[in-house]
């Protein structure tokens, strides 16, 4: 089955230290992958996606992420973490043979940014 | 441009009833979809549509009824309410077709509790 795993439910780190949230997928092809956030009370947002190219993508917000073909992983990393960063993250993949844009989700990963 | 828009905010039903939650987008995105949002489960998807007319099924399509009439709009239908219904309901938008691995976009979502 096609997977997206986030290992941990929750990250913890304080203000001005590197942030990273970790990704993984077992899916089938090249997929196309996705990372979005959600603050209490909204919608998702889209924060940076990749489709080809260039391991390193960078995002809204100051966020990256990489790409690891090798580990199929996707972690989403901030150099310097502010506490307005805290929120809800996930990882996501649509699958490069999808003619739908489908999104397959990770269950989520809490951020948790203390002064 | 709204963006996604999503009414109601907030709903509680009782058991039994039935309602339709809206969703309009206005970015002349050729994809729609349905998700349910439950408390450290992750999204998963309801229903999704791929054009005007179309319609498909997602992985929790039971208890749900869709209608895609026109681009804009994609209500979901809960028929017969169920306290397991109880949940929030995002839904989201891509432009799809050769665009399939372009980030969908999210409504801020629908509060409902059935008691």
């Known amino acids: 089955a096609q997977s997206v795993a986030q290992p941990e439910d929750q990250v913890n780190v304080a203000e001005g230290n590197p942030l990273t949230v970790k990704c993984t997928y077992s899916?089938?092809?090249?997929?196309?992958l996705f990372w979005y956030v959600q603050y209490p009370n909204r919608g998702l947002q889209f924060l940076l996606k990749?489709?080809?190219?260039?391991?390193l993508v960078k995002g809204s917000y100051g966020f990256e992420a990489e790409f690891n073909k090798s580990q199929t992983s996707f972690h989403l990393k901030k150099p310097s973490a502010l506490v307005s960063d805290s929120a809800l993250y996930f990882c996501?993949?649509?699958?490069?043979?999808?003619?739908?844009?489908?999104?397959?989700f990770g269950q989520g990963t809490t951020l948790q940014v203390k002064p | 441009n709204a963006g996604v828009t999503q009414t109601p905010k907030f709903r509680i039903l009782k058991i039994g009833q039935s309602m339709t939650l809206q969703c309009t987008q206005d970015?002349?995105?050729?994809?729609m979809y349905w998700y349910r949002q439950d408390p450290g489960m992750g999204l998963k998807l309801i229903y999704y549509?791929?054009?005007?007319?179309?319609?498909d099924k997602g992985e929790v399509p039971n208890g749900y009824n869709v209608s895609r009439s026109t681009t804009e709009d994609f209500p979901l239908r809960l028929e017969l309410a169920a306290p397991s219904q109880t949940s929030v309901y995002f839904c989201?938008?891509?432009?799809?077709?050769?665009?399939?691995?372009?980030?969908?976009?999210f409504g801020d979502g629908t509060r409902l509790s059935i008691l």
């Open positions: 899916v089938s092809g090249n997929p196309y």
């Open positions: 990749y489709i080809t190219g260039d391991n």
């Open positions: 970015m002349n995105h050729n994809y």
């Open positions: 996501a993949v649509i699958l490069s043979s999808s003619n739908t844009g489908k999104l397959i």
């Open positions: 989201a938008s891509s432009y799809g077709g050769h665009h399939s691995n372009q980030p969908q976009h």
């Open positions: 549509s791929v054009g005007a007319g179309i319609t």
